[in-house]
């Protein structure tokens, strides 16, 4: 069973736009989130973050919302640049389990110039 | 400030054989984490080490074994490797185990 979810394979938006990439998760046990970035050939870079009890945070172009009772999350850049082109993964954590992360299936954005 | 270092990059094996992975954790983080990523699975959690402990385990089977040693440089080991087994492993590491989480670039292992 899949516990984090990424519905959307591939995004494709205009440089200069929003990228709004989504995430479901199924595990009320999960209270910490997290967006990395994946370049080919490269590891998971980490974007932000944010605790179950706040429902937004903010680092420069990137935003973070969580909405709990319908246990979505969703990543929004703006704007949007194409070095922002990559695989964006949304994982999550149980603060039992720190140490352990359960990721989505990740999403590829493509900004086109 | 030196990143996550993984090694080899890159391994190619044969079936039935064994394999180490090495993962070198930023400076003062004792707490390192293993994941296999595969097209299929995506990215999967194997295990976590905190100050030479497994604490805690994902479910892949016996012949996927680790350890960390005192400096918290930590060891992947597969045995009887299969063409299943073919797939990038990351190593990510934290301060005291909590988050974020920061990776190595992986050692992508081919089995022939």
């Known amino acids: 069973d899949q516990q984090v979810k990424q519905n959307s394979p591939s995004l494709s938006v205009q440089e200069g736009r929003i990228s709004i990439l989504n995430c479901d998760y199924t595990?009320?046990?999960?209270?910490?989130f997290l967006w990395y970035k994946k370049y080919p050939a490269e590891g998971p870079t980490f974007l932000i973050s944010?605790?179950?009890?706040?429902d937004k945070n903010e680092d420069g172009r990137f935003t973070v919302f969580l909405n709990k009772s319908a246990k979505h999350l969703s990543l929004h850049i703006v704007p949007s640049q194409p070095g922002d082109s990559a695989v964006y993964f949304c994982a999550a954590s149980a603060t039992s389990n720190t140490g352990k992360l359960i990721f989505g299936q990740g999403t590829t954005l493509q900004v086109k110039p | 400030k030196a990143g996550v270092t993984q090694t080899p990059r890159y391994l190619i094996k044969t079936r039935g054989q064994q394999v180490t992975l090495s993962c070198s954790p930023i400076?003062?983080?004792?707490?390192v984490s293993w994941y296999q990523q595969t097209p299929g699975q995506g990215l999967q959690f194997l295990f976590e080490?905190?100050?030479?402990?497994?604490?805690n385990k994902g479910n892949f089977p016996g012949r996927f074994s680790g350890r960390q040693f005192s400096n918290s440089r930590s060891e992947m080991n597969v045995s009887t490797l299969e063409l299943g087994d073919s797939a990038l492993y990351l190593c990510?590491?934290?301060?005291?185990?909590?988050?974020?989480?920061?990776f190595g670039d992986g050692t992508r292992l081919s089995i022939l």
């Open positions: 080490y905190f100050s030479e402990t497994q604490r």
């Open positions: 595990n009320s046990m999960f209270d910490y």
């Open positions: 990510a590491s934290s301060l005291m185990g909590g988050q974020p989480q920061h």
């Open positions: 944010i605790s179950s009890i706040k």
């Open positions: 400076s003062g983080h004792r707490s």
